[in-house]
C-alpha cells in the first residue's frame, strides 16, 4: 500500500517526505474517503507488469499505455524544468493513472478540507487520481523515477493550472459533486 501523510504548507524542499510536526499518517482508508484515490500495490518480484495490471479493474480499461523516465540522467537539461512544471498544482479533466515501474516520487493531493496530503508512491504502487483533483507531482531525493501512464482513451495531457478558469471546469464540478464540497 502507498503511505500518505499531511504535510506542510509551503514546502520547504519537494524532494523530501515534509511531514507536519507531529506527523499526521494518512490511511488507505481515509486517503480514497477524503480524496477519492485509488491505490494497490503489486508484488512485481512475483508477476509481470501486464499480468498484474490485469488483475485491476481500473487498469484493464485502459487502452493506451506508454512509459516515462523522470530523471536529470534521462532528461538531461530539461529535468529541472520539467520537475518545476509538475509541481505547479494543477488538475486534469481525466483520470491521471499511473503504475510505478522503478524509482519513486510524491503526489501531492488536497483533502475534501484543501489540506495538502503527500502520498509517497515506488516500485509496484498502482495509483487512480480522480479527475477534477487538484494535485502535483514530484521525485523524491533519489530524484528518479519510471512510471507506466495509463488511459482509457485518447491520452490528454493538458494540465489546467489552480485558479478560476480550472475551477468552472465540468471535471472540478463533477469532482466536487461527487463528494458533497463546494468551490473553496
Not at 42 to 63: F, K, R, V, W, Y
Not at 89 to 116: M, Q
Amino acid at each position: 500500500m502507498v503511505r500518505a501523510w499531511y504535510m506542510q504548507d509551503p514546502v520547504k524542499d519537494q524532494f523530501l517526505e515534509n511531514h507536519l510536526d507531529p506527523p499526521q499518517i494518512v490511511s488507505q482508508e481515509d486517503l480514497h474517503k477524503r480524496t477519492g484515490i485509488f491505490s494497490a500495490h503489486i508484488d512485481l518480484a512475483s508477476t509481470n507488469e501486464n499480468d498484474a495490471l490485469q488483475n485491476i479493474p481500473q487498469a484493464s480499461q485502459c487502452g493506451y499505455r506508454d512509459v516515462v523516465e523522470i530523471s536529470p540522467e534521462k532528461m538531461g537539461d530539461e529535468f529541472n524544468k520539467k520537475v518545476a512544471i509538475f509541481f505547479d498544482e494543477h488538475l486534469h479533466t481525466d483520470e491521471e493513472v499511473r503504475f510505478i515501474l522503478a524509482g519513486s516520487g510524491y503526489f501531492d493531493v488536497r483533502d475534501c478540507d484543501d489540506k495538502w496530503i503527500r502520498i509517497a508512491c515506488e516500485r509496484g504502487d498502482f495509483i487512480v487520481l480522480p479527475a477534477g483533483i487538484y494535485h502535483r507531482f514530484t521525485v523524491d531525493g533519489r530524484k528518479y523515477i519510471k512510471a507506466m501512464r495509463l488511459f482509457a482513451g485518447v491520452p490528454v495531457w493538458t494540465p489546467h493550472n489552480r485558479g478560476q478558469a480550472a475551477d468552472q471546469l465540468p471535471a472540478r464540478d463533477a469532482y466536487l459533486s461527487k463528494h458533497g464540497l463546494s468551490v473553496l
